[in-house]
């Protein structure tokens, strides 16, 4: 089939960025982006570049470039379903809150019900891509829903999972490292290449069965988030027997079987699919009685909480036993630099812990809006009124007062780096302390200011 239609539904981090880039690559297909939430769609049809519902660099021109030519957003979702030829079914999929396989297993409920809208709304026959990252075997599903609900037309499935990163989501859709294509007809196959193939070298560009394709997705997160893990798990014991992680980390990633990729330390990993995916590797095991393969897995998010957790403790101990101002500055919000994302980010986390020790905070993030931070904190502790006492959120770096013995960096932002520390210093109550969740300070320097530093496995 030649593709002359794509409809996208879900404009969220993966639906808008990943449809900007095949409309500015294929200027010969129109490309709609649909979405249930007006308020996102109206921010990706704004003419102000700035109020893009994501923060993605390099994500405005290519937005700019494409949008009004062959790039939609549009909250007409039947309409463009009906048009189209190849439909990316692009949704969210969280970790399930209630029912069989809670706190574990996918939530499919949003992308059963596109597949069941595909299906009720469709006229003619149509390729259908998973682009959501799914379980193993979630394809059955969609084709058993899509015909169960419209006998009269073909539909043909392919999974595609999606590989980019937030902060780098452009470079990673410009030059992925790989593109998947799962699927049982190659003629639908074919297509989706043929998109791929306008921009992506077709040696990068890999076909495989459905069920490689869906269950690839969920092993490249575990083994990405492993890494962290594995490498955090060691901070720990170099705090105990004065090895440095960094330089640990740096021996090791020359090895070139182990690589230097995804072996930074830090105050945890965040983001919205790193911990839902390798829950639902777990979940899919364990359903599958592999108790052995599940508990080997879960110990990755084991670790992750661990990590953050012994983070807070190491700041409301210091507080405690230099009876120190309950009051921290917290730097950074989101869960890694270059995005406004907030997801399971470790900040939430870190800064919950000090809620609950009756610590206030003071909070800073170059993208995170106010509204997000609390609406973070609300959710995960449902205590609206302690984190209205004891939380305060600063837009403006000037603004920050600094008149607390305790800074923690939990986002690695560059501009942290390149802060006169010397100034803020002088503005500090003394002792002065900092936290470094990202260990992205300069020990020494900041020890010669007077600073207390105290960083991760160092
Ligand atoms: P998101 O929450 O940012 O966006 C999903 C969007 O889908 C939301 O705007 C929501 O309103 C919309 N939606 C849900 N149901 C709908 C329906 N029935 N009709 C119309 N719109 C609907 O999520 P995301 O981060 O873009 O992730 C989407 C999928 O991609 C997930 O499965 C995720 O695991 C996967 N993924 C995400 C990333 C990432 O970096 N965020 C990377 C790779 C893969
Ligand atoms: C991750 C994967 O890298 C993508 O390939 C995948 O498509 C995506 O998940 C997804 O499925 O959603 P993302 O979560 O956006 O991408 O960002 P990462 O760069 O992987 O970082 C995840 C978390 O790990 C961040 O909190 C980051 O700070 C942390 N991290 C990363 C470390 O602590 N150390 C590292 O060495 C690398």
């Given at each position: 089939m030649k593709v002359k239609n794509i409809c996208c539904i879900g404009a969220g981090y993966v639906g808008g960025p990943t449809m900007s880039v095949i409309a500015q690559k294929n200027k010969h297909i129109t490309v709609n982006v649909v979405d249930m939430n007006i308020d996102k769609i109206s921010a990706w049809n704004?003419?102000?570049?700035?109020?893009?519902?994501i923060y993605e660099p390099g994500l405005s021109k290519v937005v700019n470039e494409a949008r009004g030519r062959n790039l939609f957003f549009s909250t007409e979702i039947d309409k463009h379903i009906d048009e189209a030829d190849m439909i990316f079914i692009s949704v969210n999929t969280p970790t399930k809150t209630h029912g069989e396989g809670m706190g574990y297993a996918a939530d499919l409920k949003y992308v059963e019900a596109c597949a069941k809208q595909i299906a009720k709304i469709s006229k003619s026959d149509k390729i259908v891509v998973e682009k959501s990252t799914v379980p193993v075997r979630t394809s059955e599903k969609i084709k058993e829903i899509l015909n169960r609900y419209n006998k009269n037309v073909k539909f043909e499935i392919l999974s595609n999972p999606e590989f980019l990163a937030e902060g780098t989501a452009m470079r990673d859709l410009e030059i992925p490292d790989r593109v998947i294509i799962g699927g049982d007809n190659s003629s639908a196959i074919d297509s989706l290449v043929k998109i791929y193939s306008s921009w992506v070298p077709e040696k990068n560009i890999l076909t495989t069965n459905l069920w490689s394709s869906e269950l690839s997705k969920l092993t490249a997160n575990a083994f990405l988030a492993q890494r962290i893990s594995s490498i955090n798990s060691l901070s720990e014991l170099c705090e105990e027997t004065g090895a440095d992680i960094e330089e640990v980390s740096k021996a090791i990633g020359m090895d070139s079987r182990i690589?230097?990729?995804?072996?930074k330390t830090s105050v945890a990993f965040g983001g919205s699919c790193f911990q839902k995916d390798i829950l639902n590797l777990v979940y899919i095991a364990r359903t599958l009685g592999l108790k052995k393969v599940a508990d080997y897995w879960e110990q990755i998010i084991i670790i992750n909480e661990h990590q953050r957790n012994r983070f807070s403790k190491k700041i409301i101990q210091t507080i405690d036993s230099n009876n120190l101002n309950p009051k921290v500055q917290i730097l950074g919000w989101a869960f890694k630099k270059d995005t406004n994302d907030s997801r399971e980010s470790a900040a939430i986390y870190v800064a919950d812990n000090l809620i609950k020790s009756k610590i206030s905070i003071n909070i800073y993030d170059p993208k995170v809006k106010q509204s997000q931070i609390f609406f973070d904190l609300n959710y995960i502790n449902n205590d609206e009124i302690k984190n209205k006492e004891l939380v305060s959120v600063k837009n403006?770096?000037?603004?920050?007062?600094?008149?607390?013995?305790v800074i923690a960096i939990l986002t690695e932002w560059d501009e942290f780096k390149h802060y006169d520390w010397g100034q803020i210093y002088k503005k500090m109550n003394k002792p002065a302390y900092i936290f470094d969740g990202r260990n992205i300070l300069d020990r020494k320097k900041l020890e010669s200011i007077g600073f207390n530093y105290i960083g991760i496995g160092r």
């Open positions: 704004s003419k102000d570049l700035d109020r893009l519902p690589g230097s990729s995804f072996l403006n770096m000037l603004k920050c007062k600094f008149n607390t013995n």
